[in-house]
């Protein structure tokens, strides 16, 4: 299900939100399908703005299968939802993040999280 509101779309599926809000548009065209090999930016942030990962500190984009389970919920519902090019923010849930156990050590539990997401490109 998803609704369309002023700031971008709410993706919602069972406990899982996921929203997304452009930064920067992308092409519009062309969106990354299931399997397919995606390439990202990202800076990974608390929800109090605490950053805790980021592909552009290290200047090495992140790549991974979409909906192939390589990655938690939130990013496959998020960036299929991108266009080549575009740049978001994705807000998730803790369901479609690392929920109770959260990430020992960056990410604590139960925690809604945020990405600044660019997609580069896929394949």
Known sequence: VSTQSTWGFRFTCSA??????KI?????????KRGQIVTVHYV????????????RKRAK????????????KGWDEGVSQMSL??????????ESAYGARGFPGLIPSNSQIVFDVE?????
């Not at 899982?16 to 809000?21: D, G, K, N, P, R």
């Not at 984009?61 to 938690?72: A, M, N």
């Not at 997609?119 to 394949?123: E, K, R, T």
């Open 16 to 21: 899982m939100v996921v929203s997304l809000e």
């Open 44 to 55: 990974g942030m608390l929800q109090d703005g605490s950053e805790f990962d980021s592909t």
């Open 119 to 123: 997609l580069l490109g896929f394949q």
């Open 85 to 94: 090019g575009e740049r978001a923010k994705i807000t998730m849930s803790p």
């Open 24 to 32: 920067i548009e992308g092409d519009g065209k062309s969106y990354p």
């Open 61 to 72: 984009p992140f790549c991974f299968r979409l909906w192939s389970g390589e990655v938690i």
